[in-house]
């Protein structure tokens, strides 16, 4: 069961930016496509972007052209780069596979991160 580690959040003015991380406890490059997921206040957790082994990318409306998601095979990490941020996209930041209730994750979650943007 792959383990992930989630950081980089914090507290930033709307407009700011953050740049996630996550590590894996495999090889990414064995998994079919990561992804990043957000989880806002009182609602459920939803895909905001994923990156395939082969580095196609695709994004949630919400995010398209603010966020970039990118990975490093050599560190087994992946990235969010998060660009004029909003109030709107505060919430726990998770990553995890593109289906995390099948291998490698087999629905395991990791801590995630916290980003709350300040108006």
């Known amino acids: 069961q792959v383990q992930l580690v989630e950081s980089g959040g914090g507290l930033v003015q709307a407009g700011g930016s953050l740049r996630l991380s996550c590590a894996a406890s495999?090889?990414?490059?064995?998994?079919?496509?990561m992804g990043w997921y957000r989880q806002a206040p009182g609602k459920q957790r939803e895909m905001i972007a994923t990156i395939t082994s082969g580095g196609r990318t695709n994004y949630a409306d919400s995010v398209k052209g603010r966020f970039t998601i990118s990975g490093d095979n050599a560190k087994n990490t992946v990235y969010l780069q998060m660009n004029s941020l909003k109030p709107e996209d505060t919430g726990v930041y998770y990553c995890n596979t593109d289906k995390p209730t099948v291998w490698p994750s087999f629905g395991s979650w990791g801590q995630g991160t916290q980003v709350t943007v300040s108006s």
């Open positions: 495999i090889s990414i490059f064995s998994i079919n496509a």
